[in-house]
């Protein structure tokens, strides 16, 4: 299956096995966007966690239009809105459909929970990657700004 081999490559699901991929594609619900689309815009609540299966989203930081800027664009096999499954708060950004087409899988927060209940082992390692990702964002950040006081 498709899903499940770009799965594979998603570093939040690193250390999954080939049977929780499965489930976890299972779960999955395929949209598409067309260029200018807004998939969810800053502010608004978090409940889905998407994968980019074909094309290229823009991350736009700002939620006044005048002032807000890309701040990244990402494409085939990356994630964004993770932090809903953490928390419940309102999206950190706008995510705009930035090619002619983007395919995106959508896992639900309520179907991720349900599935880390049924299998604890991918709840661990989903959340456990997660905070391995954050906590390198936050020492960059940190020594970032360290480096820039001196």
Same mark, same amino acid.
């Given at each position: 299956?498709?899903?499940?081999?770009?799965?594979?490559?998603?570093?939040?699901?690193?250390?999954?096995?080939?049977?929780?991929?499965?489930?976890?594609?299972?779960?999955?619900?395929?949209?598409?966007?067309?260029?200018?689309?807004?998939?969810?815009?800053?502010?608004?609540?978090?409940?889905? *966690?998407? %994968? $980019?299966?074909?094309?290229?989203? #823009?991350?736009?930081?700002?939620? =006044?239009?005048?002032?807000?800027?890309? !701040?990244?664009?990402?494409?085939?096999?990356?994630?964004?809105?993770?932090?809903?499954?953490?928390?419940?708060?309102?999206?950190?950004?706008?995510?705009?459909?930035?090619?002619?087409?983007?395919? *995106?899988? %959508? $896992?639900?927060?309520?179907?991720? #929970?349900?599935?880390?209940?049924? =299998?604890?082992?991918?709840?661990?390692? !989903?959340?456990?990657?997660?905070?391995?990702?954050?906590?390198?964002?936050?020492?960059?950040?940190?020594?970032?700004?360290?480096?820039?006081?001196?």
């Amino acid at each position: 299956m498709e899903l499940v081999d770009l799965l594979k490559g998603v570093e939040l699901f690193s250390g999954l096995n080939e049977a929780q991929l499965n489930h976890l594609a299972a779960i999955s619900q395929p949209v598409d966007f067309v260029a200018g689309d807004v998939v969810f815009a800053q502010g608004e609540p978090g409940n889905n *966690l998407y %994968v $980019i299966r074909e094309g290229q989203v #823009e991350v736009i930081v700002g939620e =006044d239009p005048e002032t807000a800027r890309s !701040a990244i664009y990402l494409g085939r096999g990356q994630i964004f809105g993770e932090m809903a499954l953490i928390d419940y708060g309102e999206r950190s950004a706008t995510i705009r459909c930035a090619s002619k087409k983007a395919s *995106l899988a %959508v $896992i639900k927060r309520e179907d991720f #929970e349900h599935l880390c209940q049924t =299998d604890t082992a991918i709840g661990y390692i !989903a959340m456990r990657n997660m905070a391995m990702d954050l906590s390198f964002k936050l020492r960059h950040r940190n020594l970032k700004s360290e480096g820039s006081s001196q």
